[in-house]
């Protein structure tokens, strides 16, 4: 278990490298473009829009290998304290509204008013932050929604967080390990479009914006995963090819207390 648990961190490491690898690939055709003196004022600003994308890609990309990287290291931390799992929620979606409405994608939210629970929230957050922000890069048509709610599972109070996403959903093969095929099949799909940058001098790739969609997806839910162990919660997932994912993250909503020293 071990040597297959250091196999597939270091596989993890590798595609990092990779998507690193294909994002400075368009920086550099982009940057190319750029210093070409025949290419005409669209393709100069094509590629201008382009490389700063790109930039911000990997700037999101580098801030996550740190995060992935701080986890691996068992340098994060939970800190516990009582939080509106609602608010917290409620807040961050009206926040990236923006950028949903800017793809033609809807951003619903749906769960009680106020929601009580024990909890690290910056870790709560970057949870959300991950799911949320794939589900919207992977989705061209309708949209996301996050709902929260709570239940009680024989004894045992729990929380939930829900994203739904109408994108083309993952080909889960492995029914007994579908976090790791999804994690699988998103590295392969970004890797099949990496180096589609440019199509020509001064035309931008129609699949380049997909490409860096899906690009460090695979790092996000290894993020995912990494904070959901360290938060005790439970990770499940419901996919089907063109049928659209749903992530869902059961938190217990107490958590037992430090036995003193």
Known sequence: ELQSLERQRAENWREA?????????????????????TVGDPGRQGAANMLQRSVTS?????????????LEAGEERR???????????????????????ARNLFLKTEGPQLLLAEGDAVKVQRI????????????TEGGVCVQWGERTAGDVEQWLLTIKDTGPGFDRRAPAAPLQ?????????????????????????????????????GIGLSIVKRLCE???AALELETAP????????VFPRHYPKPRPD
């Not at 509106?84 to 409620?90: E, H, K, P, Q």
């Not at 959300?128 to 989705?139: G, P, W």
């Open 242 to 249: 063109g049928a659209g994912s749903t992530f869902r993250v």
């Open 17 to 37: 490298a990779h998507d690193l690898r294909g994002t400075v690939g368009v920086i550099s055709n982009a940057s190319l473009i750029l210093a070409r003196e």
């Open 181 to 217: 095929a999804v994690l699988r099949e998103a590295t392969q799909e970004a890797h099949a479009t990496e180096g589609a940058g440019v199509e020509r001098a001064g035309t931008l790739s129609s699949q380049s914006d997909s490409s860096r969609a899906q690009r460090g997806e």
């Open 230 to 232: 360290l938060l005790d």
């Open 58 to 70: 990997l700037r999101s990309l580098l801030t996550d290998l740190i995060d992935l990287a701080r």
């Open 128 to 139: 959300a932050q991950n799911l949320i922000l794939n589900a919207l890069s992977v989705t």
């Open 79 to 101: 800190r516990l304290a009582e939080f509106d799992v609602a608010a917290l929620l409620r807040g961050y979606c009206e926040e990236l509204r923006p950028l949903a409405v």
